[in-house]
């Protein structure tokens, strides 16, 4: 997972006249800067085999836009490029760069977003509930569905970025940094933006008005943590704002729009990633979200979710060790504005001493970010990567290793008998109740699976008498599954197990994991696999109700060769009589994919 500084020389030299430079050797650059995490006994990191089913462009895009940047940012372009094509076994396609076509050919322009009915950002909403009452589709139109249209995503083997539906447009994203604003009905391109790093976050909409003009925005951030604002008409940049300068600070959840502020939060996994590394001064990264007002970028206030990494001992090799580090924001915030609260979920401890901000639901004043409480729900959870169980000699790693236990879901903000609830599963195989009321006092938990620090547990769906999990248990010998649990008690409605795997049993990336955010709509729940199948089950007693098995190529409306694969972070989502999801959640977790299917109802 970490690449080490390696400089080679320019491509051209001088000797005895201008002459081309031997190039890289791919393999060579592999042994010296990745093997000691890329190989068959790391289980955090892809092996060889899972980097060999990738193409040499998405290993180059890794490492220039997606979450390899920073650990290749001192090797040369020849490097990437050799490495590239050692790992995948195959040379560069011819260059293809990206145009728009099927551009719509109707200029109507983009509506405000409507109150319901529409999906934005991450959970449907402020509230993330992840549930759609109003959005055309119930659970006796899933058997008449039929797939409308896909469209693929350029030169990158992954789908990670949830789609967003509002005013009457699409807005999706992918990791080579491009932004599309799509028609839902044919899948035609408004717009397409470029930005600087990879875009893993759904986006958000809302009003803006500034010197120019008005209308409304599209909101988004990227691997480098860089927030955006588009004229979602237009496609137009209002403005960019980097909100954390550390070089390992990323935005993986959704910015939340609400009421002319953005609340924007950032993670650190590849700080994460680099902890057990003895050359590497570990480790600095502090979780944080900013508000920004929408309308410039302009930072509104920000809140470290630890507190300020002081020198710790020197390891053996003499190099200076930081702490506490960690608390990384996975997920969208959540907004009460009843309350005038903004919740986030944290991830774990990098680096000793424990906070007790880590793997926790805090609140935060929606106007100062002023902290009013926190729940902590696993502590003393300190995981970086190439660390053992036990390193009490060892101040690169924590004395003793946690599970790696992140909240990767955001706090759903429910409503049952009258009584609100902060309701989210945690990858330790926990669930929880919070009340917002009591500062967070827990109401009820239930274990809904194993626990794996591998993998997400992104988000359960909540309506109005049940949560619904999806279970990832990636490590386990038998993950995946669903369960419902009931909003008021937390007792179990009804719990289903893994399914019969969809994709090729003989790769090791074909898994029945369901860590990916669910949805629920009346009378059913969606979730995805990373065997590559999106199943639908009844929320009265969780049989299936519909399947659609992602594993196959799809003609799309862009003309980009595509194809599905695993289904991991980000969920379907519905409006419009129509049902939207990506396929291809790659790397070392599932099997690569890099298509948007659109499905409705003739």
């Known amino acids: 997972m970490s690449l080490k500084v390696l400089v080679i020389a320019a491509a051209v030299v001088t000797v005895a006249g201008p002459a081309l430079a031997q190039q890289p050797n791919g393999e060579a650059v592999f042994k010296q800067s990745c093997a000691s995490c890329h190989n068959d006994n790391q289980k955090t990191a892809p092996t060889r085999d899972g980097l060999a089913q990738m193409t040499p462009e998405s290993i180059l895009n890794a490492l220039t836009l997606g979450r390899m940047q920073i650990q290749a940012i001192s090797l040369s372009e020849a490097d990437q490029r050799a490495v590239a094509v050692f790992l995948a076994g195959k040379p560069f396609g011819p260059v293809t760069p990206p145009v728009v076509v099927n551009k719509c050919t109707s200029s109507t322009a983009m509506k405000a977003p409507a109150s319901s009915g529409e999906w934005n950002g991450w959970g449907g909403g402020i509230s993330n509930t992840r549930y759609q009452p109003n959005g055309g589709l119930t659970a006796a139109d899933l058997p008449k ?29 992918s990791e080579n940094g491009e932004v599309h604003a799509l028609d839902p009905k044919t899948g035609c391109t408004h717009w397409t933006y470029k930005a600087k790093s990879g875009v893993r976050t759904a986006l958000s909409a809302g009003a803006y008005k500034n010197a120019s003009g008005s ?67 570990c480790c600095t990264f502090r979780g944080n979200v900013s508000a920004l007002d929408a309308n410039t970028g302009a930072v509104i206030w920000k809140h470290y979710t630890i507190d300020e990494p002081k020198p710790r001992a020197k390891n053996k090799d003499g190099v200076q060790q930081w702490g506490p580090a960690g608390g990384g924001i996975w997920s969208s915030p959540t907004v009460d504005p009843k309350r005038n609260m903004v919740y986030i979920a944290t991830g774990n401890n990098y680096a000793e001493p424990s906070q007790p901000t880590t793997d926790a639901v805090m609140a935060l004043d929606m106007n100062s970010g002023v902290l009013k409480w926190v729940t902590q729900a696993t502590p003393n959870d300190n995981w970086t990567l190439g660390c053992q169980a036990e390193n009490p000699n060892n101040p690169n790693c924590p004395s003793k290793l946690g599970g790696d236990y992140d909240f990767s879901a955001s706090p759903t903000l ?20 919070l009340d917002p009321d009591k500062e967070g006092e827990v109401v009820w938990k239930y274990r809904i699976g194993q626990g794996s620090g591998l993998g997400g547990q992104w988000g359960g769906a909540v309506d109005r008498e049940n949560a619904y ?21 937390g007792e179990v409605a009804w719990s289903v197990g893994p399914q019969e795997r969809l994709c090729d049993k003989t790769k090791p990336t074909c898994r029945a994991s369901q860590g990916a955010a669910v949805t629920a709509i009346p009378g059913a729940v969606l979730s995805g696999s990373l065997d590559g199948g999106m199943r639908a089950y009844s929320t009265k007693d969780g049989s299936i109700l519909w399947t659609f098995d992602t594993n196959k190529d799809f003609p799309t409306v862009n003309g980009v060769k595509a194809n599905g694969g695993g289904l991991e972070g980000g969920g379907a989502i519905v409006s419009g009589r129509m049902l939207f999801f990506n396929s291809g959640y790659g790397g070392f977790v599932g099997n690569g994919g890099n298509v948007l299917l659109a499905f409705g109802i003739d």
């Open 145 to 173: 569905l039929k797939l409308k249209w896909a469209f693929g995503y350029h030169t990158v083997t992954s789908a990670r970025a949830q789609p967003m539906l509002a005013g009457g447009r699409l807005f999706v994203a």
């Open 215 to 281: 209308g409304q925005a599209v909101f988004f951030g990227d691997a480098r943590a860089n927030a955006y604002a588009l004229d979602a008409n237009t496609g137009k940049e209002l403005w960019v704002r980097k909100v954390d300068d550390h070089k390992f600070a990323a935005i993986t959840g959704a910015p939340t729009y609400y009421n002319g502020k953005l609340f924007v939060p950032v993670q650190g996994l590849s700080e994460e990633g680099q902890g057990g590394q003895p050359k590497y001064e």
């Open 414 to 433: 429910a409503t049952v008998n009258g009584r609100d609830l902060l309701v989210l599963p945690q990858k330790s195989g926990m669930s929880y109740a």
């Open 469 to 489: 999990f999806g279970v990832s248990d990636l490590l386990s010998p038998t993950p995946g599954g669903i369960r419902a649990v009931k909003l008021a008690t």
